[in-house]
């Protein structure tokens, strides 16, 4: 079944197998960033709405909750945007958690949490999994490429006082490597001593590993991966895997894909075992992919991605 708010589930090593909801309109976001898997932001905003109605997305949820087997291991609140954006995100958590019993998690770029309101909202969360990409104000700003009126100050204040208030959850903290720009040993250190401050719960170290907004976010060697892991006191490593995900029973393959790819480009090799996995002939699949005017096909690491056209610009 097709929905317009959930998504999923979509397997993550951080999260298991993933309920999505998506609170907010495609690529609505209060960064661009530069190593974004979605390409740049299309609507650059800080400003909190209720962009759909709160009934309708727990509607939603409560539907595919009676028809999603086995049930999912988290709810993730996220979408192809910034949630906190979400002016009723503490009812939306509040709401899902009268629905279910399954943990409630929220992937934010923490931007927000320098207001009060966002910080009450996301106390009520099971998990908070929030980025932290940069010590400086020169380098969130390189990296974020944040909307007008967003202090770096604040923001890392915000983060602070988020990680010591009384919440219900814990508190992870990802951080985005990036060749050149943000490895540096001494940005690291930086980064460390802030951390320190923080206590979150887990911390994570990425790099990209699918085509970036912009070509010159480039992901670091595995070798500095692992330096950047031990320096930032033993940080993990996360990621997506397609692995253990199949497709339901009677849905549509292309559609399931074009789902997933929405939101997370998917290599063609993890498109050829989800499918087999499945059950399902991987060839007449992949080849309607590639003619289906939805997507296009990008070469990055090596690796061949399937991503949805309006993406990174739109144009193949």
Known sequence: ????????????????????????PDKTCNF?????MLGRTDHLTNEREEYFKLGDILAELDDALRHVSPPPDHISIVGNGEPTLYLRLGDLIQGARRLTSIPIAVITNGALLSEP????????????????????????????????????????????????????????????????????????????????????DRVFVDTPIRPPAEDFARPVTPEALML??????????????????????????LETLAGVCKR????????????????????????????????RVEQYGGQTFFLVREMNGGSA
Not at 32 to 36: D, F, V
Not at 188 to 195: C, D, F, G, H, S
Not at 264 to 293: F, K, T, W, Y
Request: contains cysteine.
């Open 32 to 36: 661009s960033c530069i190593y974004c």
């Open 264 to 295: 997370h480009p998917m290599r063609e090799d993890q498109a050829i075992e989800l499918l087999v996995n499945s059950g399902i002939d991987p060839l007449p699949v992949l080849d309607a992919l590639r003619a289906d005017p939805r997507f």
């Open 117 to 200: 309101a966002v910080r009450e909202a996301l106390a009520e969360a099971d998990i908070v999994l929030t980025s932290f990409n940069a010590p400086t104000e020169e380098l969130f700003r390189r990296i974020n490429r944040p909307c007008p009126g967003i202090a770096f100050e604040a923001m890392k204040q915000g983060l602070l006082d988020f990680a010591h208030m009384r919440r219900r959850g814990q508190l992870w903290v990802e951080m985005m490597l990036l060749e050149g720009i943000n490895d540096s040993p001494e940005t690291l250190e930086q980064t460390r001593w802030v951390l320190q401050d923080v206590e979150p």
């Open 228 to 253: 950047a892991k031990k320096a930032l006191g033993g940080a993990q490593a996360s990621g997506f895997d397609f692995g253990a995900f199949t497709i339901a029973a009677g849905a549509d393959p």
């Open 1 to 24: 079944m097709n929905y317009r708010y959930i998504y999923g589930p979509i397997p993550s090593r951080r999260l298991g197998r993933s309920l999505g909801i998506s609170p907010i």
